[in-house]
């Protein structure tokens, strides 16, 4: 893959001082695509002449251009259409699990350059801080105008006085980390953090299948269990980072144990519950993937009770927030396909008997797609969303 154009320096350019409504017309361009300067006004409600000044302002720094004319209605004369350029910037994305780094470099419209992945040589903050500036180092010199980074990773993070601090993560067992400060001194780029699913979700509001809706829920299977919410075009975070917590849902009270409790979504969902429930030592994931596929019935049954829990899940969000859509991903994604007749009877047992239809969107995982929400939060950073 080849890097974006680099600036006349050979080095990344500080993101500018954009105002208010520069940033929103670049969002809009962003996750819209091209349009007039007449729509583009419609939408932020300003006057064409406003307007011009802005697109001047974004063409001035390079992040959009000008391109061929359209007729964009029934009637009237075409209209030039303004566009993003790509290759205006550069940004880096980290996922950190407890075992692994994950690193993407995206252009501006958070499509892949280049990705890299290796495992965490410790779980210590320093040692961390030290393995990201090292690979940002490793992708710098082809793509030489990563402007800002991105990190996201499973816990809770939270803004403290204008300073992001990772509250818990247990995966890595850090508590009371600011790790944005940390390894911005390292790479010498503005640098933000956030919950993994909360990342992710926005990635597929700006620039996947929930561009363009006004609410939508982001729901991921795997290791463990996430939701994460846009409502009014905003992805919540909750006053503490705690918001959209469903992992310990409850759907059988006599249900297997879980930390403490029985029958939660967690003890039927996760990759680990899944293959637990075989009680057959040396097992991984993937081996019961594959005996469900092969009509196991011990490993097609785990799957039967984890795709209740998920229907149960489903049935649950759609009745408590309603959203235009809800996004099922993540690296656990094979019980949507082993499993896909028991959700959906969970999902019409639970859901609200007078309840709008769901539209269920199940999206194929890379576990790559991880550190482009990465990047995506250094994009939405950059313009203050």
């Given at each position: 893959m080849t890097s974006a154009t680099a600036h006349s320096n050979g080095e990344s350019e500080p993101w500018p001082a954009l105002g208010g409504v520069e940033r929103q017309a670049l969002r809009e361009l962003l996750v819209h695509g091209p349009k007039s300067r007449a729509e583009i006004a419609r939408q932020l409600g300003m006057s064409r002449a406003s307007l011009t000044r802005v697109t001047r302002t974004l063409v001035d720094h390079g992040f959009v251009a000008e391109g061929a004319a359209e007729l964009r209605g029934a009637t009237g004369r075409p209209?030039?259409?303004?566009?993003?350029?790509?290759?205006?910037?550069?940004?880096?994305?980290?996922?950190?699990?407890?075992?692994?780094?994950?690193?993407?470099?995206?252009?501006?419209?958070?499509?892949?350059?280049?990705?890299?992945?290796?495992?965490?040589?410790?779980?210590?903050?320093?040692?961390?801080?030290?393995?990201?500036?090292?690979?940002?180092?490793?992708?710098?010199?082809?793509?030489?105008?990563?402007?800002?980074?991105?990190?996201?990773?499973?816990?809770?993070?939270?803004?403290?006085?204008?300073?992001?601090?990772?509250?818990?993560?247990?995966?890595?067992?850090w508590y009371q980390v600011e790790l944005a400060?940390?390894?911005?001194?390292?790479?010498?780029?503005?640098?933000?953090?956030?919950?993994?699913?909360?990342?992710?979700?926005?990635?597929?509001?700006?620039?996947?299948?929930?561009?363009?809706?006004?609410?939508?829920?982001?729901?991921?299977?795997?290791?463990?269990?996430?939701?994460?919410?846009?409502?009014?075009?905003?992805?919540?975070?909750?006053?503490?980072?705690?918001?959209?917590?469903?992992?310990?849902?409850?759907?059988?009270p006599n249900g297997p144990p879980c930390g403490g409790h029985r029958g939660c979504v967690s003890s039927y969902l996760t990759n680990w519950s899944i293959v637990a429930s075989l009680r057959t030592p040396g097992l991984d994931y993937e081996a019961v993937v594959d005996l469900a596929r092969n009509g196991d019935y011990a490993a097609m049954a785990a799957f039967g009770d984890a795709g209740r829990a998920l229907g149960v899940l489903v049935a649950t969000v759609a009745n408590t927030m309603d959203p235009e859509k809800i996004v099922i991903t993540g690296e656990g994604i094979a019980v949507t396909e082993l499993a896909r007749a028991a959700m959906e009877?969970?999902?019409e047992t639970h859901r609200h008997p007078t309840g709008a239809p769901i539209t269920l969107d199940i999206q194929p995982f890379e576990f790559g797609e991880w550190a482009r929400g990465g990047a995506v939060l250094a994009i939405r950073s950059c313009l203050q969303f």
């Open positions: 209209s030039e259409l303004l566009h993003v350029r790509p290759d205006a910037r550069s940004f880096l994305g980290i996922k950190l699990t407890g075992e692994d780094l994950f690193a993407v470099v995206t252009d501006l419209t958070a499509k892949p350059l280049a990705s890299h992945e290796e495992p965490l040589r410790s779980k210590a903050v320093d040692d961390v801080v030290a393995q990201i500036g090292e690979v940002y180092d490793r992708l710098k010199p082809s793509h030489p105008d990563i402007t800002a980074a991105g990190i996201c990773l499973a816990g809770d993070i939270v803004d403290a006085d204008g300073r992001q601090v990772v509250v818990e993560s247990l995966f890595l067992g400060e940390l390894v911005r001194g390292r790479l010498g780029i503005p640098v933000a953090t956030e919950n993994d699913v909360r990342s992710l979700t926005a990635a597929e509001h700006w620039f996947g299948v929930g561009a363009g809706f006004g609410s939508m829920a982001l729901l991921t299977v795997g290791a463990g269990i996430g939701l994460g919410l846009v409502v009014d075009g905003k992805v919540l975070t909750g006053a503490h980072g705690k918001s959209a917590r469903v992992d310990h849902q409850l759907v059988d009877a969970a999902i």
